[in-house]
């Protein structure tokens, strides 16, 4: 793995779960072909031990993860980020920034905020698909 790049993430989605209720996870396995090859990253969102609810791969590692019970969000190295709703369709094309993301926050109202490793911080409604 690059420095600083964890080989698994996993991150809690949402708040309180109601007693006997599984709460919502999402997991990133971060992996790299032999030699040096390319990158990617298993993305999967599941509630418990039960199959996954979705997964997805992509083409760079996640450095960071966030969500709610409404939506997934992951920061990849090289400055993206990708939102997913709850049943794992994409919420908007990659988001593109200017430096690596530091900080990554999931809020009420369909908030996303993102705070790159430059001090640039951007905040996005999801629910409305835009930059606030």
């Known amino acids: 793995q690059p420095p600083g790049v964890p080989a698994r993430l996993v991150v809690r ?4 779960v109601a007693p006997g209720t ?3 996870m999402m997991e990133a ?3 790299q072909a032999q030699g040096g090859g390319a990158r990617a990253c298993k993305l999967r969102c599941q509630r418990g031990k ?6 997805e791969a992509v083409g760079a590692h996640a450095t960071l993860l966030a969500g709610t019970d409404r939506f ?3 920061a990849l ?15 908007l094309p990659p988001l593109q920034l200017d430096a690596d993301v530091a900080f ?3 809020g009420v109202n369909h908030r996303l905020l993102a705070a790159t490793t430059t001090g640039a911080l ?3 409604d999801l629910e409305r698909q835009q930059c606030l």
Not at 13 to 16: A, I
Not at 84 to 91: D, E, K, P, T, V
């Open 13 to 16: 989605l949402g708040g309180q």
């Open 22 to 24: 599984e709460a919502l």
């Open 29 to 31: 396995h971060n992996v």
């Open 50 to 55: 039960e199959a996954a609810l979705w997964q």
């Open 72 to 74: 997934a969000a992951a």
């Open 77 to 91: 190295v090289g400055g993206a980020v990708m939102t997913w709703s709850a049943a794992g369709r994409r919420l």
């Open 104 to 106: 990554l926050a999931a």
């Open 122 to 124: 951007h905040l996005w």
